[in-house]
């Protein structure tokens, strides 16, 4: 399932600071449901900082999402990943159905 908006979900760029009240880049979310295995996710940097994606694992539930490398993980079920420390983080991705908020700078289909 995927729904996009543009610039209207806040995004941390730099941890501690203020969400930014907008943001150029196109926002979408999808959902893992219930039967959803391993995300397949590896991100440059660990929470609070910026979430990149820098590795999609094959035959995964982000491959079959059409995710691209250098998308931003944003939120997890509506909590920002920069407001997170890592206990929380590893709890949120578990959790089923869980709803992912990426940003990206490329087109994504509606």
């Given at each position: 399932?995927?729904q996009?908006q543009?610039?209207t979900?806040?995004?941390?760029?730099v941890?501690g600071?203020?969400?930014p009240?907008?943001?150029p880049?196109?926002?979408?979310?999808?959902?893992?449901?219930?039967?959803?295995?391993?995300?397949?996710?590896?991100?440059?940097?660990?929470?609070?900082?910026p979430?990149?994606?820098?590795?999609i694992?094959?035959?995964?539930?982000?491959?079959?999402?059409?995710?691209?490398?250098?998308?931003?993980?944003?939120?997890?079920?509506?909590?920002?990943?920069?407001?997170m420390?890592e206990?929380?983080?590893?709890y949120?991705?578990?959790?089923?159905p869980?709803?992912?908020?990426?940003?990206?700078?490329?087109?994504?289909?509606?």
């Amino acid at each position: 399932q995927q729904q996009q908006q543009k610039g209207t979900l806040s995004a941390c760029t730099v941890p501690g600071t203020e969400h930014p009240a907008s943001d150029p880049r196109s926002f979408f979310d999808l959902t893992a449901d219930r039967s959803t295995g391993k995300i397949g996710l590896n991100f440059t940097e660990k929470v609070p900082r910026p979430l990149f994606i820098a590795k999609i694992a094959a035959a995964t539930w982000a491959t079959s999402m059409g995710l691209a490398l250098q998308d931003e993980l944003v939120a997890l079920n509506g909590n920002y990943c920069c407001d997170m420390n890592e206990s929380d983080f590893k709890y949120w991705l578990k959790h089923r159905p869980l709803t992912l908020t990426f940003a990206t700078s490329r087109a994504v289909g509606k």
